[in-house]
């Protein structure tokens, strides 16, 4: 794969460069903050190598790309250096569950790693003592223990950093502050009962606590935003983190860390009442529509439960166990399309899913192939739901922050219980074995789509010429200053330096959509072609000045017949450039052929179309 040459298609395709406002990436997916997301293309995205899906949910662009995201992520955020708006996403269609999804994420998404990382260190630690090959008394096993344990103690520190980040905010002041927390003297002070400006401060141990880090940062965001506001330039340097820092940290003392405390233990308590009432039946539920969650990208508010659970109780019994049974199940019916389908590429991508569902990542096999196949659907909903039945009813528990499958069984290594264990690999093979069996029973082979490529002939029916919407220098549209045109994202045609401000139909057709800023429109030939015009390179930032539109949606329009009217030399002084492009955009249906370039009138050919038959 050409991850550069990905990565400029994905940028184009989710509006550019100076529609990103962050990046951030999962274990699968690009995660865009975008300030328009009218602006993305999801189904171009879908067709860029390398790229699985695109969905726009949770309050973030999600490109799916599998096991490759952290290549892919590297090649945008290089091609991203610098070129991206910085600001927060805006408009309408961020609404208020939006932006609270987009911040969860934004702050938990990160710690994964960290937390991941040391969780499933201490679990191996755990396994080896199990099995008698290293003391649980010797200091080596206790530092290499602590050393696990480590980013779960230090994560209001992780949580200041990530939350800061995400609302713009100096990363470090916000760590120093929430520090003050898990401050060796605080700590002991608060063991003691310790009052501040006369009020009583509540005894709370903060390590490992997430909620009062984040009620911090976003009340110490809010003073920073004044101060710097109001303070003198020549002492801003040190003024406003010194004043954020004497408000913040006594407030977070008093009021905010105790509340976070609370929020935090009334929210893993709501969780295990639903768990304790419910048991094996929460389990098997959330099992059966952990496809849907996942494919939508709404598992990943889970993250925060999932955390806070572990900082509290050290366990987690409802999503990790679920989560097992649904990746597993991916896993099993995966393997069975690789042996009963005929297709040869499906056979491929369903192996290369299935192994990779085994090790819990489940976004190529959910995108590869269980969403194509209501019959894989349905076998992996059945292998989850009797699978997460189980892990249920057995009460399995998870001990690390992490997606099970081979790889992370040592997350449900529980000293105490040594049949935690065992019941996570009988999940594991109940989950796996039911989805294969299911799959083998349920699959019927469609088409083989290979037999019919080649016994398909493709031939060229219904050509017609092309003449010029618009007078001016023809080029071809790979000399175009932008990637989306000069790459050929949106379709082949031709790009025209305009001599004049007049855009005309190259042939008969039927007007299908004019932008509200006048600078595109579309048109339908009556041969079925659809075509793109484009007037002038970021024109949409003109919001309509200088455009004048002379038809309407729906209405039939005749062979230089006038389109659109501009004024030519008014944006060339606004310092746009006007190249004005026109594109086939029903591309796989036709094929394009241009006529010689340089100058022509509105009356000459410039490009030949025809439609593809079989």
């Not at 599998?66 to 609404?95: C, H, I, R, W």
């Not at 889970?302 to 806070?308: A, G, L, N």
């Not at 009813?393 to 081979?406: E, N, Q, R, T």
Request: include cysteine; charged fraction near 15%.
């Amino acid at each position: 794969m050409d991850f550069k040459t990905s990565a400029k298609a994905i940028i184009a395709g989710v509006g550019g460069a100076k529609n990103v406002a962050t990046l951030i990436h999962c274990s699968t997916r690009l995660r865009f903050t975008l300030n328009d997301f009218d602006q993305a293309d999801l189904e171009q995205l879908k067709k860029i190598d390398g790229v699985l899906g695109a969905v726009i949910a949770g309050g973030q662009c999600q490109v799916i790309i599998g096991n490759d995201v952290v290549e892919m992520f590297d090649a945008v955020e290089s091609e991203l250096d610098g070129k991206t708006s910085g600001a927060g996403a805006k408009g309408p269609k961020q609404s208020f569950g939006k932006v609270v999804l987009d911040f969860i994420i934004g702050v938990f998404q990160p710690l994964v790693p960290a937390i991941a990382g040391g969780g499933i260190l201490k679990a191996m630690l755990m396994l080896v003592s199990m099995f008698g090959w290293m003391s649980d008394k010797s200091q080596t096993y206790q530092v290499l223990n602590l050393i696990g344990t480590a980013p779960l103690y230090f994560l209001p520190l992780l949580v200041a950093v990530t939350t800061a980040k995400k609302l713009k905010v100096n990363e470090l002041v916000a760590m120093s502050i929430v520090g003050v927390l898990i401050l060796p003297d605080i700590v002991t002070m608060l063991t003691k009962g310790t009052e501040l400006f006369g009020l009583k401060m509540m005894n709370v141990t903060y390590s490992s606590q997430v909620f009062p880090a984040i009620l911090s940062v976003l009340f110490y965001a809010a003073m920073e935003k004044l101060f710097t506001k109001y303070s003198p330039k020549n002492i801003r340097i040190f003024f406003v983190p010194m004043m954020s820092m004497l408000i913040t940290a006594p407030v977070t003392l008093l009021f905010l860390g105790p509340l976070g405390y609370v929020v935090g233990e009334g929210f893993v308590s709501v969780i295990l009442f639903l768990n304790v009432h419910f048991g094996w039946i929460a389990t098997a539920l959330l099992a059966g529509i952990l496809p849907f969650m996942v494919i939508t990208g709404m598992h990943k508010p889970m993250i925060p439960y999932v955390i806070s659970s572990l900082s509290s109780t050290g366990r987690e019994s409802l999503y990790n166990p679920a989560s097992l049974a649904h990746n597993l199940a991916e896993s099993g019916a995966c393997f069975a399309v690789s042996l009963r389908t005929k297709d040869t590429k499906l056979r491929a991508t369903a192996i290369s899913a299935g192994i990779s569902a085994m090790f819990g990542i489940t976004e190529p096999a959910l995108y590869g192939v269980t969403i194509q196949h209501k019959r894989v659907l349905i076998s992996v909903i059945i292998g989850s739901v009797i699978g997460g039945a189980y892990v249920g009813l057995v009460g399995l528990a998870g001990f690390v922050a992490v997606g099970p499958g081979l790889a992370s069984l040592p997350m449900f290594v529980d000293k105490s219980n040594p049949a935690n264990l065992i019941h996570a690999l009988i999940g594991f093979v109940i989950s796996f074995g039911v989805a294969f069996i299911a799959g083998l029973i349920s699959w019927k082979n469609e088409t083989d789509t290979t037999t019919d490529e080649s016994k398909s002939t493709t031939t060229e029916v219904a050509a017609e010429d092309l003449n010029a919407p618009i007078a001016g220098r023809v080029m071809p549209l790979s000399e175009v200053p932008d990637d989306v045109f000069s790459q050929g994202l949106i379709g082949q045609g031709i790009a025209v330096d305009p001599s004049e401000g007049r855009l005309v139909a190259p042939t008969a057709g039927t007007i299908e959509m004019v932008y509200e800023t006048k600078h595109a429109l579309g048109m339908k030939t009556d041969n079925g072609a659809e075509l793109l015009f484009h007037i002038g390179l970021d024109t949409v930032q003109l919001n309509g000045k200088y455009f004048e539109s002379d038809v309407k949606v729906g209405q039939h329009v005749e062979a230089g017949e006038l389109l659109e009217t501009f004024e030519l030399d008014k944006i060339k002084a606004a310092g746009y450039n006007p190249v004005t492009m026109m594109v086939v955009t029903n591309q796989n249906d036709y094929t394009v052929a241009v006529d010689e370039t340089g100058e022509n009138s509105i009356n000459d050919s410039v490009m030949n179309i025809a439609k593809l038959g079989v």
